[in-house]
C-alpha cells in the first residue's frame, strides 16, 4: 500500500466523515486545496476555500456551530492559534460553541520559511482557554481514530498535524488515554509527537547496556493522561519530557506539576528552550540547533540515568 | 421614539452604575423596530428553529437588547432589573450561555459580522428561509475583521444576511470612514441609507431586501448617539456616565415630553 502523510490521511478521514454526516462542514483558510479534491468534489455545498482572513474563518465556524453544524477548519497552525486567538476565546469557548480545527506546520514542518511558520508556543496558548482537546497525532491511523472519536462530540478539538511521522501503528487509541509502549524501571521517557521515533532509539541503544526505559506515549495533551504518567514517574523516579514545543507552556510543564511531590524525582526537557529561533535550514538541522535530535536526547537520557 | 425603552434603560443604568446610555438611546429604535416588525421569533422557543436571527455585534449596546426582550416576553421584569447585579445572567455586555434571546456573546468588536456568515452560510447549505440581522457600529467598523467579513459574505452570496451599521458618527472622532455607502457598494454588498430612528424607513428597508438574492444588504442607518435627550447628544463625557440625580431629573423629564 502506498505511504501516505497525515495531511492526507486529513483529507481522507474527513472525505469518509463527510460522506457520512452531512452536518460536516470544511473551511480552508487557503491551505491545503489540492489534498482536499475529492471531498470537495464529494460534498460540494460543504467545502469552502474561504480565504486568506483567518480570524473571519473562525468566528464563521462558530456560527456554523451555532446554527448545527460541525465545522472542520483547515489552515497554517500559528494563523489560526495567534492571530484568531480572540476568536477561538470568545467565538468558541466563551459561546459553549463546538468544532475542530485541524493544523498544519508542526515546530519546524515550514522550517526554511522562517518565524512567521514556525511552530512552538500552540500548547501554552491552547491550555489557557481551559475547555479545549488539544490533540497531536502524528501517524495516519492515530489521526483517522481520533478525529473519528472527537469531530461531533460538543467540544472544540484542536488537532496539530506533522509532516513527519513516528511510524508506530497502535492497534488501540483512545482521546485522552496516555500509551505505554515499552516497561521499565531506569527511566521514563514521556513523549509527544514524533520525536517518539527519537524515544524508541533511545530505548534500544540504552538496553544495550542493561538500562530498561518506560516510554509514556501522549497523543492527547488535553485532557492528560495523569495517572499512567504519574504511576510511572512514581516507580522510576527520573523522567525525561521529549516535546516539539517551547519550554513554556507544553507538556513538560504539566509533568512537572504532576509530580513535584514525588521524593528525590528527577527531570529533564526536551524542548524548545526559551529563544526565539531566528535560523533556517532543514527541519532536522533546526532539531540539532535546539537539541531535540538523537544525540543530544540521548545524552539527556543518559545523564539522568547516571545522577 | 421609543422613550418608555429608554426611560427603562436610564433606570437600570442608574440602579447598576454601569452602561452606555449614549450608545443605546442610538440603537434602540432599531432594535424596537426589528423586535415589533420584522424578526420572526418566539420568546416561548427562542431556539425555534425557523427563527431569524439577531445578533448584536456591538456589545456595549446590550440594554437596548435587554429592554427589548424584556418587551416580548424573552426576559422577566426581575430578570431586567437584576441587571448587572451579582448573580444576574445581564450584564454589561450579553452572554449567549445566559440570556434567552440573545444569539451571540459579543463585547469584543468586530466578531459578530464574521459570526453571523457563519450562520447565514448555515442556512444557505440548509436550503431553510431562516434570516440574519447583524447590527454593527461605525466605530466598529475600525476594525479590519468587518472588512475580511465583508468580502466573505459577498463572495460566498449570502443573501439572507442584512447587516444593519448604527452610524451615529463615532467612528468619525478619530478615524472617519468616508462615505460608507460608496465604500459597501464597492465591497459589493446592497446598499440602503435610512434614518436610523425612523420605524418607518427601517421597515421600506427591509421590505425592499430579497433575501433569496445571492448579496447580502446593508443598511445604513444614520443615527444619533444618545439621541432622545438634548443633554447627551453627541460624543463625549456621556459615553460610559452614570447619571446623578440632577441629571436623572433633566433625562428624565424630557423623556417625559416635560421639555
Known amino acids: 500500500m502506498e505511504k501516505i502523510n497525515i495531511r492526507k490521511q486529513f483529507a481522507n478521514t474527513v472525505l469518509e466523515v463527510g460522506q457520512q454526516d452531512e452536518k460536516l462542514v470544511v473551511l480552508l483558510g487557503d491551505i491545503g486545496h489540492f489534498n482536499m479534491i475529492p471531498f470537495a468534489e464529494a460534498c460540494p455545498k460543504r467545502f469552502y476555500n474561504v480565504g486568506i482572513c483567518e480570524p473571519t474563518i473562525i468566528s464563521m465556524a462558530a456560527g456554523l456551530s451555532k446554527a448545527g453544524l460541525i465545522p472542520v477548519v483547515h489552515t497554517i497552525n500559528p494563523f489560526i492559534v495567534e492571530r484568531s486567538f480572540e476568536q477561538l476565546k470568545l467565538d468558541f469557548i466563551y459561546q459553549k460553541l463546538s468544532g475542530n480545527i485541524v493544523t498544519v506546520g508542526s515546530l519546524f514542518d515550514y522550517s526554511k520559511l522562517g518565524c512567521t511558520h514556525h511552530c512552538y508556543g500552540d500548547f501554552a496558548l491552547l491550555k489557557t482557554l481551559f475547555d479545549v482537546e488539544i490533540l497531536f497525532p502524528s501517524s495516519v491511523n492515530e489521526f483517522d481514530l481520533l478525529f473519528k472519536q472527537t469531530y461531533n462530540n460538543n467540544k472544540l478539538t484542536f488537532f496539530r498535524i506533522p509532516e513527519e511521522s513516528h511510524d508506530v501503528t497502535f492497534a488501540n487509541i483512545e482521546v485522552g488515554k496516555a500509551i505505554k509502549v515499552s516497561e521499565g524501571d531506569d527511566l521514563t521517557i514521556v513523549v509527544t509527537g514524533p520525536q517518539l521515533k527519537n524515544a524508541i532509539q533511545i530505548k534500544d541503544y540504552l538496553a544495550k547496556d542493561g538500562k530498561k526505559i518506560e516510554i509514556i506515549y501522549v497523543h492527547t495533551i488535553r485532557p492528560l493522561d495523569k495517572e499512567v504518567i504519574f504511576d510511572s514517574c512514581s516507580k522510576t523516579k527520573r523522567v525525561l519530557v521529549i516535546e516539539e514545543h517551547g519550554e513554556n507552556g507544553g507538556l513538560g510543564e504539566d509533568i512537572l506539576k504532576l509530580i513535584y511531590k514525588i521524593n528525590d524525582i528527577k527531570f529533564e526537557h526536551a524542548c524548545v528552550k526559551n529563544g526565539f529561533i531566528h535560523s533556517y535550514g532543514t527541519y532536522k538541522e533546526l532539531l540539532e540547533l535546539t537539541e531535540l535530535d538523537f544525540e543530544s536526547i540521548l545524552l539527556k537520557a543518559k545523564e539522568l540515568i547516571c545522577e | ?259
Not at chain 2, 428597508?205 to 439621541?227: C, L, M, R, S, Y
Open chain 2, 1 to 259: 421614539m421609543n422613550n418608555d425603552l429608554r426611560k427603562k434603560i436610564v433606570d437600570l443604568v442608574v440602579s447598576a452604575k454601569e452602561g452606555h446610555i449614549p450608545s443605546t438611546f442610538s440603537i434602540v429604535d432599531i432594535i424596537a423596530t426589528l423586535y415589533k416588525h420584522v424578526l420572526k421569533v418566539d420568546p416561548k422557543n427562542p431556539d425555534w428553529e425557523d427563527r431569524d436571527y439577531f445578533v448584536l455585534s456591538k456589545g456595549h449596546g446590550a440594554m437596548a437588547l435587554f429592554v427589548v426582550l424584556n418587551k416580548y416576553g424573552f426576559i422577566s421584569d426581575d430578570i431586567l432589573d437584576s441587571y448587572s447585579k451579582f448573580g444576574s445572567i445581564l450584564g454589561g455586555h450579553p452572554d449567549v450561555t445566559k440570556v434567552p434571546g440573545a444569539e451571540a456573546s459579543t463585547g469584543s468588536l468586530g466578531h459578530g459580522l464574521s459570526f453571523s456568515i457563519g450562520i447565514a452560510l448555515t442556512h444557505k447549505i440548509k436550503k431553510s428561509k431562516n434570516r440574519i440581522f447583524t447590527l454593527i457600529g461605525d466605530g466598529e467598523s475600525q476594525e479590519g475583521t468587518v472588512w475580511e467579513a465583508a468580502q466573505v459574505g459577498v463572495n460566498l452570496k449570502l443573501g439572507n444576511l442584512c447587516v444593519i451599521v448604527d452610524n451615529n458618527q463615532s467612528a468619525a472622532q478619530l478615524m472617519p470612514i468616508q462615505n460608507p455607502k460608496k465604500r459597501w457598494e464597492a465591497f459589493g454588498w446592497n446598499v440602503i441609507e435610512i434614518d436610523g430612528h425612523s420605524e418607518k424607513e427601517l421597515l421600506e428597508a427591509v421590505d425592499k431586501i430579497d433575501f433569496e438574492a445571492e448579496i447580502p444588504t446593508i443598511i445604513i442607518a444614520n443615527t444619533i448617539k444618545g439621541k432622545g435627550v438634548k443633554m447627551i447628544e453627541g460624543h463625549g463625557q456621556w459615553h460610559h456616565k452614570i447619571p446623578n440625580e440632577e441629571e436623572y431629573k433633566i433625562l428624565m423629564d424630557e423623556l417625559n415630553g416635560k421639555n
